[in-house]
C-alpha cells in the first residue's frame, strides 16, 4: 500500500527547478570538497515531530489528526505497524538515508513495562526489515523520560530513587533496540532534568544522579558492544524553568567534573542554543571547535516567539554558517543533520511534511555548496588568522606556550611602555566577505 500517493520520489532537477517537490542544490553523489553531499550532510528525519506530531500547541487541540493514508489516529499495535511503512515510504520518496526515534515514538506504551518491551520489540523487529529492504539507517535512538506522568519531576534527576529506577530500565531497553537496528548514536535529552523551583530542589544531587545515570548507560553500550556515541542535547529551559544540560559550555563544565568527555559527545539544536540566548549558530560552532560536536539537531526558532518553534531551516545565511562548522570539523563520523524540525500547526495536508524537508534539505545543500567555497578560497580563514597573529610570536607565543609569570609581563610592560596600537575587528568586513559566497 503507499501512504503518500500524493507525493512521488523526490530526485535532483537543479538549480533553474522551480519545482517545490524537487531538490535544486542537494545532488547526494556529487563530490564537493572531497566527499559526497551526502556523506557531509548525512540526514536524518525525526520519527516524533513527522509521524507523532499532531499540531497541538498550549491554546489548542490537535489540528493534523491523520499523517498518512491508513492512519485512524489511534495508539494501537496495528496503527504502530502501519506507521513504520509510511515513515519508511517517507524516507525513500525524500532520499533521506537516516532516521531517529524514541522507544514511544514507534510502540504504544502497555500496561506493565513487560508489556511496553514486548511491543517495542515487535514494531523494531519490523524497522529492522524495513532498514534492511530500503537500506535507511538509524541515526539514533533515545528514550522518553519526559512526557510520562511518572517523569513530572525528572527522570534520572527525580527526587524518588524509584522513578530513576524506572528510567533506568527504560534507557536499557531504548539501548538494546537501538543496537540491535545498529544506531550510530544514542541521545539523552534532559527535558525535565532541572527544576521548577529552587527551594524545593537539591541542585547537587540531582545532578550528579545524572551522572551516575550517564555512568551506567557507558557502561551498558560497553558491556553489550553497542558501537554508537553517546550524545547530551543540549537545552536551557521548557519545559522545566532550568535545565542542567543549560548549552555546550554548561555540558562540557558537567561532562568534565564527572570524567565523562571522552565518553559522551553532543547533540546541538540551534534553537535551543537559541533559548539560551545565543545566537543560532553560537553552540554548534563552539563544540565543534571543541572536537565534541556529536551530532546536530537541525532547526532553528523564531525571533518573535520565545518558545521552541522547531522551524525547519530554509535560510541560506545560517545554512552556510553552519555548514561552515561541519566543514572545518572535517565532516560528521557518526552523526548528522536531524531534522529535529515540525510543520507549523496550520500545515495540514501530508504534502507538506515533504515540502518542508525538501527545501530544509536543498537550504543546507546549499549551504554547504556555499561554505565549501568559503573555507577553499581561504580568504576569511586569512582574516581570522590575521587578527590574532599577534599570538604566533613574541611575547604572546610566550604566553600561549605557558612560559611567562605575572613578573615576566610586569616587567615586559615597563621595558616597552607604548599603549596598543588600535586595530578594527572588522566585523562589517567579515559579513561582507561572507555575503561574496550567497547567492
Ligand atoms: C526537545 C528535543 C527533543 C530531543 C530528543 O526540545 O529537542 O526532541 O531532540 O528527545
Ligand atoms: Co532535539
Not at 110 to 122: A, P
Not at 196 to 216: F, G, P, Q, S
Not at 253 to 269: A, C, D, K
Amino acid at each position: 500500500m503507499e501512504f503518500f500517493p500524493e507525493v512521488a520520489k523526490v530526485e535532483y532537477a537543479g538549480p533553474e527547478s522551480r519545482d517545490v517537490l524537487a531538490y535544486r542544490w542537494y545532488n547526494k553523489e556529487e563530490v564537493v570538497m572531497g566527499k559526497k553531499m551526502k556523506e557531509w550532510l548525512r540526514f536524518s528525519v525525526c520519527f516524533w515531530h513527522t509521524f507523532r506530531g499532531n499540531g497541538s500547541d498550549p491554546f489548542g487541540k490537535p489540528t493534523i489528526t491523520h499523517r498518512f493514508a491508513g492512519d485512524d489516529g489511534s495508539d494501537t499495535m496495528e496503527n504502530a505497524l502501519r506507521r513504520v511503512e509510511a515513515a519508511f515510504e517517507l524516507f525513500v520518496k525524500l532520499g533521506v538515508e537516516f532516521y531517529s526515534f524514541h522507544d514511544v515514538d514507534v510502540a504504544p506504551e502497555g500496561k506493565t513495562l513487560k508489556e511496553t518491551n514486548e511491543n517495542l520489540d515487535k514494531i523494531t523487529d519490523r524497522m529492522l526489515e524495513l532498514q534492511q529492504e530500503t537500506g535507511v539507517k538509524l541515526l539514533w535512538g533515545t528514550a522518553n523520560l519526559f512526557s510520562h506522568p511518572r517523569y513530572m519531576n525528572g527522570g534520572s534527576t527525580n527526587p524518588d530513587p524509584k522513578v530513576f529506577v524506572r528510567a533506568a530500565a527504560q534507557v536499557k531497553k531504548a539501548i538494546d533496540v537501538t543496537h540491535k537496528l545498529g544506531g550510530e548514536g544514542f541521545v539523552f535529552w534532559g527535558g525535565r532534568e532541572g527544576y521548577m523551583h529552587i527551594l524545593n530542589t537539591d541542585m547537587v544531587r540531582e545532578m550528579n544522579h545524572y551522572a551516575k545515570m550517564l555512568k551506567m548507560a557507558i557502561a551498558y553500550k560497553k558491556k553489550i558492544g553497542f558501537g554508537g556515541q553517546i550524545l547530551v542535547e543540549p537545552k536551557p529551559r521548557e519545559p522545566m524553568k532550568h535545565q542542567y544540560d543549560y548549552d555546550v559550555q554548561t555540558v562540557i563544565g558537567f561532562l568534565r567534573q564527572h570524567g565523562l568527555e571522552n565518553e559522551v559527545s553532543l547533540n546541538v539544536e540551534p534553537n535551543h542554543t537559541q533559548l539560551a540566548g545565543h545566537e543560532f549558530e553560537h553552540d554548534v560552532v563552539l563544540a565543534a571547535q571543541l572536537g565534541m560536536l556529536g551530532s546536530v539537531d537541525a532547526n532553528t526558532g523564531s525571533e518573535s516567539l520565545g518558545w521552541d518553534t522547531d522551524e525547519f531551516i530554509t535560510d541560506q545565511t545560517r545554512a552556510t554558517v553552519l555548514c561552515k562548522a561541519i566543514i572545518e570539523m572535517g565532516g560528521f563520523v557518526q552523526g548528522g543533520l536531524n531534522f529535529d524540525a515540525k510543520v507549523r500547526r496550520e500545515s495540514t495536508d501530508p504534502e507538506d511534511l515533504f515540502i518542508a524537508h525538501v527545501a530544509s534539505i536543498d537550504a543546507l545543500a546549499k549551504g554547504l555548496r556555499n561554505a565549501s567555497q568559503l573555507v577553499s578560497d581561504g580568504r576569511m580563514r586569512k582574516m581570522l588568522q590575521d587578527r590574532y597573529a599577534g599570538w604566533d610570536e613574541g611575547i604572546g607565543q610566550k604566553i600561549e606556550i605557558g612560559e611567562t609569570s605575572l613578573e615576566d609581563l610586569e616587567a615586559h610592560c615597563l621595558q616597552d611602555d607604548t599603549e596598543p596600537v588600535k586595530t578594527s575587528a572588522k566585523q562589517e568586513k567579515f559579513l561582507a566577505v561572507l555575503n561574496h559566497y550567497i547567492s
